[in-house]
């Protein structure tokens, strides 16, 4: 069943009742700061309240595990965005506890890609190809190292200036509890 007519019915209030004036902002990020986080539905309204977020704070991309699994994927466009373009001047990396990225079973995985009707065929193709699904539907051990590895990522990569933080944190998923697990700012940064 879908929820789309449900969301259009209230939109159609929300627009009317000029409910969106609360929301009013411009694109720049107020604190000039991007958070690369996951997509956990316990941090939709979590992460923003633990963190002292509102609209227009800062920019957010969200992705299973809050992790990056190409350099050159969207998710670090989008961080290059937010510096290059968007005023950011700071990422943090913010993963979580109990994160199903922690325990992906990447042959479990294919096995329900298949089940719901991807043939072997279209599998094999793909391995052919170069894409290596047992790699690229990984996980990690564990939420620090998920949060270490995606900083890694961010501040190596080739195109991301010198002098721009980048910190790692670890958010409770039921309290909202910060852990700083790489204080960018204690780094040395190029200049």
């Known amino acids: 069943m879908s929820n ?20 009013v902002t411009d694109k720049f990020p107020e604190k000039k700061l991007a958070i690369v986080t996951c997509m956990d539905t316990r941090l939709v309204e979590l992460l923003p309240k633990a963190m002292n977020l509102r609209n227009g704070d800062v920019k957010i991309i969200k992705t299973a595990g809050a992790i990056i699994s190409h350099p050159f994927g969207s998710v670090m466009r989008s961080v ?33 890609i298949k089940d719901r009707g991807i043939s072997d065929q279209v599998i094999d193709t793909l391995e052919n190809s170069g894409i290596k699904l047992h790699n690229w539907l990984h996980g990690f051990s564990t939420e620090r190292e998920g949060v270490m590895e995606t900083v890694s990522i961010i501040k190596n990569h080739p195109l991301f200036p010198a002098g721009v933080p980048v910190h790692g944190m670890i958010i409770d998923s039921t309290t909202g509890e910060l852990e700083l697990v790489v204080d960018g700012a204690l780094e040395p940064q190029e200049s």
């Open 4 to 23: 789309v007519r449900t969301i259009l019915e209230f939109n159609k209030q929300f627009v009317a009742d000029k409910e969106y004036e609360a929301y």
């Open 80 to 112: 290059l965005v937010a510096i290059y373009e968007l005023r950011a001047q700071e990422v943090i990396v913010v993963g979580h506890t109990g994160c199903g990225m922690a325990a992906l079973n990447a042959d479990n995985m294919i096995a329900t």
